[in-house]
């Protein structure tokens, strides 16, 4: 079993900065991408940030420039530093990651619950 929790989030104003956080733990062998997405009532899930292994970053078009991804190995944890906020970044914020587990064969996407991000105008 693999759990991935995140913390952080909540309401703030537009122009504001947040923080969110995801730890990851259960059997795990290795993780191999690690971040975030999100998705607003109404819309579609999409990518906002994303480690992959080897340490490159890929970044949403819309937050390049106001949000920083960055991930803790030690701890298997990831953090995304949120400035500028804008309302359009209201959404639940969930953690993902592609993990093999100890005693699996091929890596596996695994989601948590979500924090939520309030972005007031």
């Known amino acids: 079993q693999v759990q991935l929790v995140e913390s952080g989030g909540g309401l703030v104003q537009s122009g504001g900065s947040l923080s969110v956080s995801c730890e990851v733990s259960g059997n795990i062998n290795r993780i191999y991408n690690l971040g975030w997405y999100r998705q607003a009532p109404g819309k579609q899930r999409e990518l906002v940030a994303l480690?992959?292994?080897?340490?490159?970053?890929n970044y949403s078009d819309s937050v390049k420039g106001r949000f920083t991804i960055s991930r803790d190995n030690t701890k298997n944890a990831v953090h995304l530093q949120m400035n500028n906020l804008k309302p359009e970044d209201t959404a639940m914020y969930l953690c993902?990651?592609?993990?093999?587990?100890?005693?699996?064969?091929?890596?596996?996407?695994?989601w948590g619950q979500g924090t939520q991000v309030t972005v007031s105008s």
């Open positions: 480690t992959i292994i080897g340490g490159s970053v």
């Open positions: 993902y990651g592609v993990i093999r587990t100890v005693g699996g064969t091929t890596p596996e996407p695994y």
